[in-house]
């Protein structure tokens, strides 16, 4: 089992899991108690994802419908910049609506718009 400090603080304490059921406990609580509002996953005992994505500490990844990741916050909890977040998802879907405006208007300049 590790703890940091402030886990010890609020009383946050957690054995480690010993199969992948209690891993996705544990993960439930902390996501109700820290009342996480997108998806989370929960990696394997392997911890391929954490080593592939350095998520000790926590860090925050925007992933795009490619699979490639637009944005990465610096270690949390202190590296978290909702407001870089903000700005990584307006640009992500600023980019899909400039997208789909240029597929329109290549669409409607080749006559396949017109009914």
Request: aromatic share 10%.
């Amino acid at each position: 089992m590790w703890q940091t400090e402030n886990n010890l603080k609020d009383k946050i304490l957690f054995a480690s899991p010993k199969d992948f059921e209690e891993r996705d406990q544990v993960a439930g609580t902390c996501v109700r108690k820290l009342g996480i509002k997108f998806p989370a996953v929960i990696d394997g005992f392997d911890n391929k994802t954490e080593s592939a994505y350095t998520g000790w500490p926590e860090r925050i990844y925007l992933i795009d419908r490619n699979g490639r990741v637009v944005y990465k916050s610096k270690p949390g909890p202190f590296g978290f910049k909702p407001e870089e977040l903000e700005q990584a998802l307006k640009g992500m879907t600023g980019a899909v609506a400039e997208s789909r405006s240029t597929a329109k208007a290549v669409i409607k300049a080749g006559g396949l718009a017109q009914r």
